[in-house]
């Protein structure tokens, strides 16, 4: 869950970033990749969510964290991202214009749901190399003791 807090981190250093630099007289324009930086953190929370909707049965096993700390970690940081991000969408709005902002919402959600598919995938291929690779591992295991249980009472 360290991905989560690191998300946070930066899209707050972004947003706090974008709100000092408006307030100072700069351009949208000219804040672009401070917006990106923003959003990217927000990705990151979202593939965070999408890593542990799809977490292997052997991470889930073995997992440090409880499933109510990490739903709460992802709950918190989607709610913190949403108020940060209408904030930034007033920002947008009042000095570029909204037309801009619904743009900029209509590519980032066809942007978004391909990343969205590759991390699933991801996560998926992931969770199936670590599942196979534990089952292997504990039916080796068993096989082993079950040989060694054979020859002793043989």
Do not use: P, W
Request: proline share 0%.
């Amino acid at each position: 869950m360290i991905e989560i807090i690191a998300a946070v981190s930066a899209a707050g250093r972004a947003f706090n970033y974008i709100q000092q630099a408006v307030a100072k007289g700069h351009e949208i324009n000219d804040l672009a990749h401070k917006f990106g930086a923003f959003f990217d953190a927000k990705d990151k929370i979202a593939e965070a969510e999408a890593g542990v909707e799809n977490a292997s049965a052997m991470s889930k096993l073995f997992a440090k964290d409880s499933v109510e700390s990490a739903a709460l970690q992802i709950t918190m940081a989607k709610q913190k991202t949403v108020q940060m991000e209408k904030q930034l969408r007033e920002i947008i709005t009042y000095t570029v214009g909204q037309e801009v902002y619904i743009e900029m919402l209509r590519t980032r959600t066809t942007i978004r749901k391909q990343r969205l598919e590759a991390a699933r995938a991801k996560a998926a291929r992931k969770r199936l190399i670590i599942d196979g690779l534990g089952f292997a591992f504990l039916g080796t295991i068993l096989f082993a003791c079950t040989m060694f249980i054979v020859g002793v009472v043989v």
